[in-house]
């Protein structure tokens, strides 16, 4: 099947594995870390050197700030610097949702260095909820910092080889947590200014009525409206360093269609290309004009859809497809129990996905 499933840097996720990573990670190497989200690529957070190694791996512009990561929300406080009451009280709150898939941006403290956060005075923090990680972070007991395990800009890992397709030469080893959960990377919230109410970075899984009802207030999202659910869908401006234009890109031409469609987009007959057709939900039957019909989840299920997207895009990716297609969310016409922030969060990266012509970085 997969020929890097059994890839000698894949190590099993065993607690005699999990301590040979950890002394890996103290020794400044980096490793292949499975999360609830997505794949990160750990190395220890306190020391330029190591962060140093994150960067030039994944060639990911230094403007770019890091999540740390750790074990437990108590090892938080010396990483930040909480001198408001209102800082203090929604950071109690949102790290009630810890171990799980939400960063939070806090105030600094001196202590974290200026690699991680990119010069700024903010930090992202977050204690993820995956066996594995929360094991290693516990027994290194050291901040890890962890982008997402992928060459920059292209599309975010969730089993374990996909680590090794991008990074193999960089990792000392990959440790295998099977398949991440969610498959989308973590919704970022900034508790940063006591001043503006905690406000959406990055969309994720979770919801902002999930987020409200822990924090007890609204809660706002730099990219997404919620005044009307067809705002969903529409692509944001760059909130968080990082959300860049062109972003989880397969090197494989791909556009977004409307769902309806059922022939490929201008198909030209004197250059037949090989188009792929990625249906979000229904039947994979065929379609004419296409090579081939995928379907990320027939019934529509959204958790199964987010689940499965980076691996089926990467699969498309794999050089027998001339052309991607891949359907746009079209938020008007899910059930109205949809989580609207899970379908922002599909929406905005196959948005990004399908920027070819963006030179952001
Ligand atoms: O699910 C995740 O968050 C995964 C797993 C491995 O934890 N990590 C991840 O990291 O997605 P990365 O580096 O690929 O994305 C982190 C995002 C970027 O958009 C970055 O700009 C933003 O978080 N970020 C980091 N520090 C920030 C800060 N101080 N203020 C605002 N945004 C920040
Ligand atoms: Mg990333």
Redesign the pocket.
């Known amino acids: 099947m997969n020929p890097n499933a059994s890839h000698p840097k894949i190590l099993p996720g065993t607690p005699e594995s999990i301590r040979r990573a950890s002394q890996a990670l103290r020794d400044g190497k980096l490793i292949g870390?499975p999360?609830e989200?997505?794949?990160?690529l750990a190395a220890r957070g306190d020391q330029p050197e190591s962060v140093a190694k994150i960067f030039a791996a994944k060639q990911r512009p230094s403007t770019?700030?890091?999540?740390l990561?750790v074990g437990h929300s108590d090892s938080v406080h010396p990483l930040v610097a909480m001198d408001s009451d209102i800082t203090r009280r929604r950071f109690e709150a949102a790290s009630s949702l810890w171990p799980g898939?939400l960063?939070l941006?806090l105030p600094?403290s001196e202590s974290v260095l200026d690699c991680v956060?990119?010069g700024?005075n903010?930090?992202?923090v977050?204690v993820?909820a995956h066996p594995v990680a929360l094991r290693l972070l516990r027994e290194v007991s050291l901040p890890i910092a962890?982008?997402?395990?992928n060459v920059s800009n292209y599309i975010?890992p969730t089993r374990p080889e996909h680590v090794i397709d991008g990074l193999a030469d960089s990792v000392q080893w990959v440790l295998d947590g099977g398949i991440c959960d969610v498959g989308l990377?973590?919704t970022?919230l900034?508790i940063?200014d006591p001043n503006a109410p905690p406000t959406i970075?990055?969309e994720?899984v979770l919801s902002a009525a999930e987020l409200e009802r822990s924090l007890g207030e609204t809660v706002t999202s730099a990219t997404l409206s919620h005044s009307t659910q067809s705002d969903a869908a529409v692509a944001a401006p760059a909130a968080?360093?990082?959300?860049h234009r062109k972003h989880y890109s397969p090197r494989t031409p791909l556009r977004l269609v409307s769902e309806q469609s059922r022939c490929p987009l201008s198909p030209d007959p004197n250059h037949p290309e090989r188009v792929l057709r990625i249906r979000l939900r229904g039947a994979a039957e065929p379609m004419p004009g296409y090579a081939d019909v995928w379907s990320l989840s027939p019934s529509g299920d959204l958790s199964k859809i987010a689940n499965r997207l980076y691996d089926t895009l990467r699969r498309a990716d794999s050089g027998q497809f001339d052309q991607i297609e891949i359907d746009q969310v079209t938020s008007l016409e899910w059930p109205s129990n949809t989580n609207p922030n899970l379908l922002a969060a599909i929406g905005d990266r196959l948005q990004r996905a399908s920027n070819q012509d963006a030179t952001d970085h």
């Open positions: 870390l999360t989200t997505v794949y990160g770019n700030p890091l999540i990561h898939p960063t941006v600094r956060t990119a700024g903010t930090v992202a977050r993820p962890a982008p997402s395990a975010s990377e973590s970022v900034s940063a970075l990055r994720g968080s360093p990082g959300m």
